[in-house]
């Protein structure tokens, strides 16, 4: 796992980028496929994630974790789906951590992903005081510390007929808020969008055909069935 600060991160990121300009024209010379991004966990200045991110922390700076790097995220992710069990969910595959400073305790915002069969009580809602939303096709719940989004992501390949039976879901859990009394409907949205803006970058990781979540996040609240 990767830890750096804002700074550190950006400046690893131009470094990066620099890199991936080098390796795109050597890999259209050379007829080969373009090189993946690194990792997933860049949050760009200006950014909506950014904002997002910022208004969620209740920070100016932050630190970012990287858990699993681009490829081993879709290669567990594409494992995973591959080996699921028809029942229940797999095991999550954790991306990214971002922890506000000056630090307090084990304070942070997780992104984790994984697959659940379509006709598993799994997907059903279960968080305490959880709320139903619908966003742009993709649904879910959230509360004052998780939010869990399902989304249809339709795979290529010899993985299309399973990605048919399942649901790619993201997690992410929001430990600063565990305790808290004060976060209302307009602060679930922003974990519920951030969480599908990261998601976002999963499924394009993952090339999900139907680009499912193509179109900005739009969350709207969803009667629980």
Same mark, same amino acid.
């Given at each position: 796992?990767?830890?750096?600060?804002?700074?550190?991160?950006?400046?690893?990121?131009?470094?990066?980028?620099?890199?991936?300009?080098?390796?795109?024209?050597?890999?259209?010379?050379?007829?080969?496929?373009?090189?993946?991004?690194?990792?997933?966990?860049?949050?760009?200045?200006?950014?909506?994630?950014?904002?997002?991110?910022?208004?969620?922390?209740?920070?100016?700076?932050?630190?970012?974790?990287?858990?699993?790097?681009?490829?081993?995220?879709?290669? !567990?992710?594409?494992?995973?789906?591959?080996?699921?069990?028809?029942?229940?969910?797999?095991?999550?595959?954790?991306?990214?951590?971002?922890?506000?400073?000056?630090?307090?305790?084990?304070?942070?915002?997780?992104?984790?992903?994984?697959?659940?069969?379509?006709?598993?009580?799994?997907?059903?809602?279960?968080?305490?005081?959880?709320?139903?939303?619908?966003?742009? !096709?993709?649904?879910?719940?959230?509360?004052?510390?998780?939010?869990?989004?399902?989304?249809?992501?339709?795979?290529?390949?010899?993985?299309?007929?399973?990605?048919?039976?399942?649901?790619?879901?993201?997690?992410?859990?929001?430990?600063?808020?565990? !305790?808290?009394?004060?976060?209302?409907?307009?602060?679930?949205?922003?974990?519920?969008?951030?969480?599908?803006?990261?998601?976002?970058?999963?499924?394009?990781?993952?090339?999900?055909?139907?680009?499912?979540?193509?179109?900005?996040?739009?969350?709207?609240?969803?009667?629980?069935?």
């Amino acid at each position: 796992m990767l830890t750096s600060g804002r700074k550190g991160l950006k400046a690893s990121a131009r470094g990066t980028t620099v890199l991936l300009a080098a390796l795109v024209l050597a890999s259209c010379a050379s007829g080969e496929p373009e090189a993946k991004i690194e990792h997933l966990c860049n949050v760009a200045d200006g950014s909506e994630e950014e904002a997002l991110l910022r208004g969620i922390l209740r920070a100016d700076d932050y630190t970012t974790d990287i858990n699993n790097r681009t490829s081993r995220v879709v290669e !567990g992710l594409e494992r995973n789906l591959r080996d699921i069990d028809p029942a229940k969910e797999t095991l999550s595959t954790s991306m990214c951590a971002y922890k506000p400073t000056p630090r307090a305790g084990s304070d942070r915002a997780r992104f984790e992903f994984g697959w659940v069969p379509r006709t598993s009580k799994d997907a059903e809602p279960l968080l305490s005081g959880g709320g139903r939303f619908d966003a742009n !096709g993709a649904f879910g719940e959230s509360n004052y510390f998780q939010t869990r989004l399902f989304v249809r992501c339709d795979m290529p390949g010899d993985l299309a007929e399973p990605s048919k039976a399942a649901w790619l879901y993201a997690r992410a859990s929001y430990s600063f808020n565990i !305790g808290r009394t004060d976060i209302d409907q307009a602060a679930k949205d922003r974990q519920t969008a951030l969480a599908y803006l990261m998601a976002r970058r999963v499924t394009d990781a993952l090339g999900c055909e139907n680009k499912p979540l193509e179109k900005p996040p739009v969350v709207k609240p969803a009667p629980t069935p």
